[in-house]
Each structure stands twice: as structure tokens, then as C-alpha cells.
């Protein structure tokens, strides 16, 4: 009985090591880490502009006053899974938990292991710049209502693994509609554009990711994108887009980049947001 028990004890803890991969997939470093030379990573203070204020990535390293030292693993999936904090208060969905719902119980059990397993920082986390309209947290509830669609990724029976693989990490780990889709006025996804292509805060603009625009280039060029940051006519993707090359899709495996190419060519096609 104890020979059989050890090894589901072992799986329960979840493996830090296939957590930091996951970690890469989700973006994590970027929007917790401050955009300044020497910053530490993961401790927070990176500021998010958006029509509704300033928000910033808090520190989410294992300290137990300012991060997340004191959080219980059930505290931390309610929070991805949910979009709730510990004190029962709902997250702005800055935080993209309308995407990281989808992630797999066992993905997030790794994920937790991992972030146990950074060193912690003593960097308190920022308070967010909000317009007076939309500091009221007890509002999002009905934001949620009409925008959050909570449970984990359910792949589709008649798809290939690739293709339920590319779409997990597309809408999940790597929350990509979260700037790809456009939003209303609300702050909510045009469910109808999904991957189209949005404005970003900065006034730049997220490209369409569906086969309209993906049409123009081969797989092994959208994978050199992914990898470089290169396109193919010489230029180089922009500054936030970069990040997420540097951060995200160069630190993942053939295996995978080739499963996020096969999904968005499985989408259907739609023209890009006018600028």
C-alpha cells in the first residue's frame, strides 16, 4: 500500500521542472516582471495600459508578505480557475483568467510547484491606477456574467492531438485572443472575431491570426517568426509581439509550435480589424 501511495504523493505535489516550461507557454515572466534592466523576475510592477487605467502584474514569487508565500494551491487555482482572490474579491480581468480557466488541473498543480519554487522577493506589489468608475471590484461580477466562461479545455473528439494540442495552448496557456480578439466597450471579447487581430493599449495593432493573414506565409516561415522574431520580408516583429517571441514561442518545443501553426490554419478565415 505505502509503495503505491508514494508515487501519487510525489504527482500531487506537482513536478516544478514541467512547470517552468508551462510557465514559458503562459507568458508569465513578461507581465510579472518590471521592464527595466536588473528587475527581478516574477516580483512584479510591470504596468498594463488600458482605456480603463493602469494596471500592474503583481509579484507572484513565494514571499509571505508580498507575494505568494501565504496562498494555499486550492487559493491559487481558485484564481486562475475562477478569477477570484483569496479574500473572496473578484480580479479585474487584466489578469487573463477568461483564458487561463481552460488550463488543465494537472498543468496548474505544475505551474503552482513551480512558482513555489522561485526565490522570493520582498518587492511589494503595485496598486493599480484605475479611473474612479472602475476602482468598484463588486462590478466585475457582472462583467463575469457576461464575459467569463469558467472549467478547463475540452479537447474535441473529432480533431487530431495536434490540433486539440495547438488549441489548448492557444486559448489557454498562451491566452493569445486575449490581445488577438477585439473588445467592446466593455472590456469583452467580440466572441465573432476571435484571433482577428485588436487594438492594442499602446495604439499598436495585434495581428489577425486566423488564415486570412496566415495564408500569406508557409509553415516554416511562421515558424522562423516564432522563433526569430524575424518576418519574412526582413522586418522584425514589434516591441510587445517581440517580447512574447523572446519570452514565449522561442522557448517552445518543434512539437508544439507546429501544433499552434495547425490550429490557427484550422480556423476560419477573417478579415483583419481596419486601423
Request: proline letters at 9%; glycine letters at 10%.
Amino acid at each position: 500500500m505505502c509503495l503505491l501511495l508514494a508515487p501519487l504523493a510525489a504527482q500531487a505535489q506537482g513536478d516544478p521542472e514541467r512547470g517552468e516550461y508551462l510557465a514559458k507557454a503562459g507568458g508569465c515572466v513578461g507581465c510579472h516582471t518590471e521592464a527595466r534592466e536588473g528587475a527581478t523576475p516574477f516580483a512584479g510592477g510591470r504596468a498594463l495600459k488600458t482605456p480603463f487605467g493602469t494596471f500592474y502584474g503583481p509579484n507572484i514569487t513565494p514571499h509571505p508578505e508580498a507575494g505568494l508565500g501565504r496562498w494555499s494551491e486550492a487559493d491559487f487555482v481558485r484564481a486562475m480557475r475562477e478569477g477570484v482572490r483569496p479574500d473572496g474579491a473578484n480580479y479585474y480581468p487584466a489578469f487573463p483568467y477568461p483564458s487561463f480557466t481552460r488550463i488543465t488541473d494537472a498543468d496548474l498543480r505544475d505551474l503552482w510547484a513551480y512558482l513555489r519554487s522561485l526565490p522570493p522577493s520582498a518587492q511589494p506589489s503595485r496598486r493599480h491606477e484605475l479611473g474612479l468608475l472602475y476602482r468598484a471590484r463588486f462590478t466585475l461580477g457582472a462583467w463575469k456574467s457576461l464575459y467569463f466562461h469558467p472549467g478547463p479545455f475540452t479537447p474535441d473528439a473529432q480533431k487530431s492531438a495536434a490540433l486539440n494540442r495547438g488549441a489548448y495552448l492557444v486559448q489557454a496557456l498562451g491566452h493569445c485572443g486575449e490581445c488577438h480578439t477585439p473588445r467592446n466597450w466593455l472590456g469583452g471579447p467580440r466572441r465573432e472575431r476571435t484571433l482577428a487581430g485588436g487594438k492594442m493599449p499602446d495604439g499598436a495593432t495585434a495581428s489577425n491570426l486566423t488564415p486570412a493573414r496566415l495564408k500569406e506565409s508557409s509553415d516554416a516561415e511562421l515558424r522562423d517568426v516564432l522563433t526569430s522574431g524575424l518576418l519574412p520580408d526582413g522586418d522584425v516583429l514589434g516591441e510587445a509581439m517581440g517580447e512574447v517571441v523572446r519570452n514565449t514561442t522561442s522557448q517552445l518545443t518543434r512539437e508544439d509550435l507546429d501544433a499552434i501553426i495547425a490550429y490557427l490554419r484550422s480556423l476560419p478565415p477573417l478579415p483583419s480589424e481596419p486601423k
